[in-house]
């Protein structure tokens, strides 16, 4: 059974950090593109960042410059490093085993990160 935890998230003053974390369990992520994505109120679930087997990194424009993302595949766990944060940032974050790899999409639970201005 496939299961992603994720954990981090928090209230944070604009200009803060987090560094959410999501570890995978049932399957090993090394072969696998994981991503991150986040649902605000009233919004539409968007994608955050994505890092591919090999490493390829890729980011929604939004948090462009100011996110990263990393894998830990010893550890079976994909992190999201946020740096300056925004209040626009405040949303749900999920993370994701893309459909493409298994046939359905696999996601965590969710982690709310709220950012006051």
């Known amino acids: 059974q496939v299961q992603l935890v994720e954990s981090g998230g928090g209230l944070v003053q604009a200009g803060g950090s987090l560094r959410l974390s999501c570890v995978v369990s049932?399957?090993?992520?090394?072969?696998?593109?994981m991503t991150w994505y986040r649902q605000a109120p009233g919004r539409q679930r968007e994608l955050v960042a994505a890092i591919e087997s090999v490493g390829f990194e890729n980011y929604g424009d939004p948090v462009k410059g100011r996110f990263t993302i990393y894998r830990d595949n010893a550890k079976n766990t994909v992190s999201l490093q946020m740096n300056s944060l925004k209040p626009d940032d405040t949303a749900v974050y999920y993370c994701n085993i893309p459909a493409w790899e298994f046939g359905r999409d696999y996601w965590g639970q969710g982690t709310q990160v709220t950012v006051s201005s």
């Open positions: 049932g399957v090993t992520i090394s072969g696998l593109t």
